[in-house]
């Protein structure tokens, strides 16, 4: 019998920028309750500061607000490489802190797992931006007020 490997969901990133050089705790429960539902699993999770003079420094999500995040359980396996993130601290701006997550999506789990027993795979994958998505909604909902609109 061939050997499987684990059943897992897509695996993305997100580098999360904010002003000034502390993660606010309040994005702290977010994570967790996405965690908890069994909807994402973190694998990684660094942040990065970009103080007022330019210096960058890296830290673990676990030294962030007073121990606001110790309730997200997740992994530290390392994936993003200090490269990596020089990459995108060169991409910050001065004073601005950064939340860099790797995370699989557990939710997707067994629509991936059916895809690769009929030996699918991912062909091309992208986020469209949220701006895109509300400029169509409001061109949509406009759309129909004016199909129903009086002639």
């Not at 499987?4 to 606010?24: I, K, N, Q, R």
């Not at 629509?111 to 169509?136: M, N, W, Y």
């Amino acid at each position: 019998m061939p050997e499987t490997s684990p059943s897992t969901g897509p695996v993305e990133w997100v580098a999360l920028t904010f002003p000034g050089t502390v993660l606010d705790p309040a994005v702290a429960r977010p994570i967790a309750d996405l965690s908890a539902a069994g909807m994402v699993h973190i694998l990684d999770a660094v942040v990065v500061h970009k103080a007022p003079d330019g210096t960058v420094t890296e830290g673990e999500l676990e030294d962030e607000g007073a121990g606001a995040f110790d309730g997200i359980d997740g992994e530290v396996l390392e994936l993003l490489s200090h490269a990596d993130l020089l990459g995108i601290a060169e991409r910050l701006e001065p004073d601005s802190t950064t939340l860099v997550l790797i995370w699989e999506n557990r939710w997707a789990t067994g629509f991936t797992d059916a895809v690769r027993r009929q030996g699918g795979r991912v062909l091309a994958h992208d986020r469209v931006p949220p701006e895109d998505v509300e400029e169509a909604m409001r061109a949509a909902a406009s759309s129909g007020a004016q199909e129903g609109a009086p002639a």
